[in-house]
């Protein structure tokens, strides 16, 4: 099952132009209150599964964790429990730190 990924630049731009995604952070509350990416909602991985039937299987869908490996994981879950538009963010948030700094505010 393969899981398609999305550069910072790419994020940034599905923000800028206001798409119409959901933008998951499945790291840890602190990890979270730390910084974070503009609009996103914090899941930790450990309750993603109980919250899954708050959302709609058919809606777009961009995963991000610190580095990678977390959002990976989720991503196969939800895939699993039958979403169809799942993207992960490559590097998570420390790329996002390195490409746009770790400021809460849209470039």
Wanted: with cysteine; aromatic share 10%.
């Amino acid at each position: 099952m393969s899981i398609t990924e999305i550069s910072c630049e790419t994020l940034r731009d599905k923000l800028l132009n206001k798409d119409d995604f959901f933008l998951l952070d499945v790291r840890e509350p602190e990890e979270f209150e730390a910084g974070f990416i503009p609009g996103a909602i914090l899941i930790p991985l450990c309750e993603l599964s109980e919250h899954l039937p708050d959302f709609s299987c058919y809606g777009d869908y961009v995963i991000s964790c610190k580095m990678g490996g977390r959002s990976a994981e989720a991503a196969l879950v939800m895939k699993e429990a039958g979403f169809k538009n799942i993207e992960t963010l490559i590097g998570g948030i420390q790329r996002w730190y390195m490409e746009y700094g770790s400021s809460n505010e849209l470039l």
